[in-house]
């Protein structure tokens, strides 16, 4: 069936099955290799995508049910030319070694921020409590999102 | 990869027109809420539904956490998220909040539903054990209007309930009290796992007695996920420690439990008991004002 889903601002519309998981709509019928597919079982965290704005795991919801909603994936962190905080955080603090976690541990920390710009270590690690990284112990993660909640982007002239 | 068998989908736009989709689409049709239930038994190829009727866009229509009157109103849409957060469900039963607390991850209940967990009725999830405890009431529709039906007798067996083809879910409704207080304790091998045994409590006290008590258990086999027996040893009886601690005893007897990959039955037996005693202790200390 046809569905239009805008993703990271833009339209696409395609042709799918009703069976074709939201991650591998990105991923394959898009392009968008920023979110990555990991366990398949919900667990992991690694396909987090915001879905009508708020993070979701996408390898357990259909392509379907984002058809005429709003998608917002990794490769939407960055505006105008610029790097989110998160994104830079992450690069400042060494937030990730293998890199295979941090898509889906920046939109979820970017959800975080965005609603409680302050967070404590424990409400960092309680945000993050739905995903994995095997390489860090998630030190550097929280360190990450420290930093880019120190450092907010600067408000954009209208 | 996971992929689901081929499967017919079809939007619902309000309540009626999910009742409509339903009937033409038949028998083998499913609801899919939040689908953080179903999709994933549809990867596994252990759910093979012929068409899916999809409720998200009823959100709104479906989705509301309401105090009215005196009951509390908990649409089958309210994602588990949204119970968390919602303050008037934690005034009048914070038993829904720790439960909250301990089911998946943040993630996971941006998008599951309370009424999804509810029809998947698998026989370990966790607010089949809360809304047992409270006595609550389940509202299902279907191309006849709505029927309710008590949440106890809302179960069949394990991956069963009393929604029949055509009908849907639609609300939970939970009694309002004065005098109440409740809570939820969890066993688990880590966090946001599925228990290996939890229990919920709901008391009402009548100065230092027990007018009223609901026990609900989860992953432990019990009849409707309830402890009848230890309900009705506390009812009317002190609401002492030593009481609480009995009640767990006779909960424990009258489960049945079987050994699984979370734990032995007697391991688990035991837990059932100890849960039971530590919810009653602490829905008894809140009906008190003595915690939050």
Redesign the interface.
């Given at each position: 069936?046809q569905i239009t889903v805008t993703v990271n601002g833009t339209e696409h519309t395609r042709d799918v099955?009703?069976?074709r998981?939201l991650v591998h709509f990105l991923r394959d019928d898009l392009g968008l290799t920023g979110t990555h597919w990991g366990c398949?079982?919900?667990n992991c965290?690694v396909c987090?995508v915001w879905l009508d704005g708020?993070?979701?795991?996408s390898c357990?919801?259909?392509a379907?049910?984002a058809?005429g909603r709003e998608v917002r994936t990794v490769e939407g962190l960055e505006q105008a030319g610029g790097l989110d905080p998160i994104q830079e955080g992450f690069t400042t603090c060494h937030g990730l070694q293998c890199g295979f976690c941090t898509p889906g541990m920046m939109m979820?920390t970017r959800w975080l921020l965005d609603r409680n710009p302050t967070p404590s270590e424990p409400e960092i690690r309680?945000?993050i409590?739905?995903?994995l990284c095997r390489c860090t112990g998630y030190a550097n993660i929280v360190k990450a999102v420290q930093w880019a909640a120190a450092h907010p982007a600067e408000e954009v002239p209208a | 990869m996971q992929v689901p068998a081929h499967f017919e989908y079809e939007k619902a736009t309000t309540l009626d027109h999910a009742i409509e989709l339903l009937a033409r689409l038949g028998p083998e049709a499913r609801v899919l809420a939040g689908g953080h239930s179903l999709i994933p038994m549809m990867k596994l190829r252990l759910a093979q539904p012929d068409a899916l009727v999809d409720i998200n866009d009823l959100a709104g229509e479906l989705g509301t956490i309401a105090l009215d009157g005196d009951e509390l109103r908990i649409g089958a849409m309210a994602r588990h998220a949204e119970l968390l957060a919602s303050a008037v469900v934690g005034e009048h039963y914070p038993i829904f909040h720790d439960a909250e607390r301990v089911i998946a991850d943040p993630i996971v209940r941006n998008r599951g539903t309370v009424g999804g967990s509810l029809c998947q009725a698998d026989p370990s999830e966790d607010l089949s054990a809360a809304f047992a405890a409270v006595g609550a009431t389940a509202v299902i529709a279907g191309p006849n209007g709505t029927r309710t039906v008590p949440v106890r007798e809302f179960h069949v067996g394990p991956y069963e309930t009393v929604v029949g083809p055509g009908e849907l879910l639609t609300e939970l409704r939970v009694p309002i009290r004065p005098g109440g207080g409740s809570a939820y304790e969890k066993v688990e091998r880590r966090v946001g796992d599925w228990p290996v045994a939890a229990a919920g409590a709901a008391l009402w006290l009548d100065g230092d007695t027990v007018g009223a008590a609901g026990i609900g258990l989860t992953a432990v086999g019990a009849a409707h996920f309830a402890a009848a027996e230890a309900e009705d040893f506390l009812t009317g009886n002190a609401a002492t420690d030593e009481n609480f601690a009995e009640a767990g005893r006779i909960a424990a007897a009258n489960c049945n439990p079987v050994a699984d990959q979370r734990g032995p039955a007697d391991y688990t037996r035991h837990l059932a008991g100890e849960l039971t005693t530590r919810a009653l202790r602490r829905a008894a200390a809140r009906a008190r004002g003595q915690e939050g």
């Open positions: 069936m099955e009703p069976r998981l398949d079982t919900s965290g987090v708020t993070p979701v795991k357990t919801a259909l379907v049910m058809a979820t309680e945000a409590s739905g995903q | -």
